[in-house]
């Protein structure tokens, strides 16, 4: 292995903590970059170089997803190798991206959803597994709130009394959210169960001076998934979000409305919701309107 490459995922591992699976991965897209460029080392290469491999991966037919993450790899890379003063600029720099159509995963149904409620948060190992599944899972659900901002929440989150949760949010934007009646005692039940462990954060981590970490809580959210018999692939912070900002349209909100409660900067990364809009036009009209009927026609003169 190239031991900048080797350097690289060595930094990636210590510093930012990724996944094996994500070490793979990037290892693979440099090892197929580096045979490209061969004889070239992978220190030396050059702007017109990235832009031919990626005009290569074009013709080839290689999905605009994958080549935006192998894009993103190899950015990631030569910045690191900047940092460390092995050369002076990113030749990645001004490679486009490829763009990646807006895409949405395939939400829980309501039914799926009670299922991990009424489930899949009790008759873990201990008392608090089940306390801590259904708190995570009722503030997920009603409130929509994205796994970073869901695990930084503070402990006197729950002390504010009335019907709102304040969340700090993406770039540091605040915003108010619904704390429905069943999410609070959810959340005030896990803070009083906790209450001796001294953390500042309302989903503590091992050590109670951090927050539980992402890859915890994916483990309580395989183990809520398979109690309930909903499969685990389907189960995810993302996938409980975007349940959450479906089932509101299909029940009447309005995107506005979704963006505040989403906390998006821009109603154009809400519009993305609009195909779940349609959906929902569709079948009123479809059960509703008198041509759409078989049998039957609007009435004439």
């Known amino acids: 292995m190239d031991r900048h490459v080797e350097a690289f995922?060595?930094?990636?591992?210590?510093?930012?903590?990724?996944?094996?699976?994500?070490?793979?991965?990037y290892t693979a897209d440099l090892a197929d970059f580096a045979l490209v460029c061969a004889p070239v080392a992978l220190k030396d290469v050059t702007s017109g170089?990235?832009?031919?491999?990626?005009?290569?991966?074009?013709?080839?037919g290689l999905s605009a997803r994958t080549a935006a993450r192998r894009l993103s790899c190899l950015r990631q890379f030569y910045r690191f190798l900047m940092l460390e003063s092995i050369?002076?600029?990113?030749?990645?720099?001004?490679?486009?991206?490829?763009?990646?159509?807006?895409?949405?995963?395939?939400?829980l149904d309501e039914a799926e959803i009670r299922s991990l409620l009424e489930e899949g948060t009790r008759g873990h190992e201990?008392?608090?597994?089940?306390?801590?599944?259904?708190?995570?899972?009722e503030l997920l659900y009603t409130t929509g709130l994205r796994i970073s901002e869901l695990l930084s929440l503070p402990v006197t989150c729950v002390q504010v009394r009335g019907p709102m949760l304040m969340v700090r949010?993406?770039?540091?934007?605040e915003r108010l959210v619904p704390l429905s009646h069943s999410?609070?005692?959810?959340?005030?039940?896990?803070?009083?169960?906790?209450?001796?462990?001294?953390?500042?954060?309302?989903?503590?981590?091992?050590?109670?001076?951090?927050?539980?970490?992402?890859?915890?809580f994916?483990?309580?959210?395989?183990?809520?998934?398979?109690?309930a018999g909903v499969d685990p692939e389907r189960v995810s912070p993302h996938v409980l979000r975007h349940s959450f900002a479906s089932h509101l349209l299909a029940h009447g909100a309005d995107l506005r409305a979704l963006q505040m409660l989403l906390g998006h900067a821009d109603i154009a990364t809400?519009?993305?919701?609009?195909?779940?809009?349609?959906?929902?036009?569709?079948?009123?009209?479809?059960?509703?309107?008198?041509?759409a009927q078989a049998g039957k026609s609007i009435p004439t003169g």
Do not use: W
Request: aromatic share 4%; proline share 7%; charged share 30%.
């Open 9 to 25: 995922l060595e930094m990636l591992a210590a510093e930012r903590g990724a996944a094996l699976r994500t070490r793979m991965a």
């Open 49 to 60: 170089q990235v832009r031919a491999y990626f005009t290569m991966l074009s013709q080839a």
């Open 87 to 107: 050369r002076a600029d990113d030749p990645t720099e001004r490679q486009s991206s490829p763009a990646i159509p807006s895409s949405l995963p395939r939400p």
């Open 126 to 137: 201990d008392e608090r597994r089940d306390i801590l599944s259904r708190a995570a899972l």
């Open 169 to 173: 949010g993406k770039g540091g934007r």
């Open 183 to 216: 999410a609070r005692a959810a959340a005030e039940a896990l803070a009083h169960y906790d209450r001796d462990r001294g953390s500042l954060y309302l989903f503590p981590g091992r050590n109670p001076d951090k927050p539980l970490t992402r890859q915890g």
């Open 218 to 227: 994916d483990k309580i959210l395989l183990a809520c998934a398979l109690k």
């Open 270 to 291: 809400t519009q993305i919701y609009t195909q779940v809009m349609a959906e929902r036009l569709r079948q009123l009209v479809s059960e509703h309107h008198p041509l």
